[in-house]
């Protein structure tokens, strides 16, 4: 269980696309930022946030997917993303451990 800051890509990239899965019973937030991993926390605000909308059960998963198309979004510095259970820009609710799956389409 953790809020997971996670580098997609250390240096400057684009995001075409992303696709969250989750099984949790509450909606999980992916917060995508130009930064670096050391550099991100609840402090930071993301440039793009994809949501996963909760569940009526767990079994049941569900999912969102964001498509930035052929030109994708610039990231200038890098490309890294934290995962919450709260809404907030600067929410530290941490997701379940083996609960949401994301799959980040880039270059």
């Given at each position: 269980n953790s809020v997971n800051e996670t580098a997609v890509k250390a240096s400057a990239g684009q995001l075409y696309g992303i696709s969250v899965f989750s099984l949790?019973?509450?909606?999980?937030?992916?917060?995508?930022?130009?930064?670096?991993?050391?550099?991100?926390?609840?402090?930071?605000?993301?440039?793009?946030?994809?949501?996963s909308p909760a569940n009526a059960t767990a079994a049941l998963g569900a999912g969102a997917v964001w498509d930035g198309g052929t030109a994708g979004m610039q990231f200038s510095t890098a490309i890294t993303m934290r995962i919450t259970k709260g809404i907030a820009d600067n929410s530290t609710t941490a997701v379940d451990a083996a609960e949401v799956i994301v799959n980040v389409c880039y270059k």
């Amino acid at each position: 269980n953790s809020v997971n800051e996670t580098a997609v890509k250390a240096s400057a990239g684009q995001l075409y696309g992303i696709s969250v899965f989750s099984l949790n019973d509450a909606p999980v937030y992916v917060k995508m930022y130009n930064d670096t991993t050391g550099n991100i926390d609840e402090n930071d605000t993301p440039i793009l946030r994809v949501m996963s909308p909760a569940n009526a059960t767990a079994a049941l998963g569900a999912g969102a997917v964001w498509d930035g198309g052929t030109a994708g979004m610039q990231f200038s510095t890098a490309i890294t993303m934290r995962i919450t259970k709260g809404i907030a820009d600067n929410s530290t609710t941490a997701v379940d451990a083996a609960e949401v799956i994301v799959n980040v389409c880039y270059k």
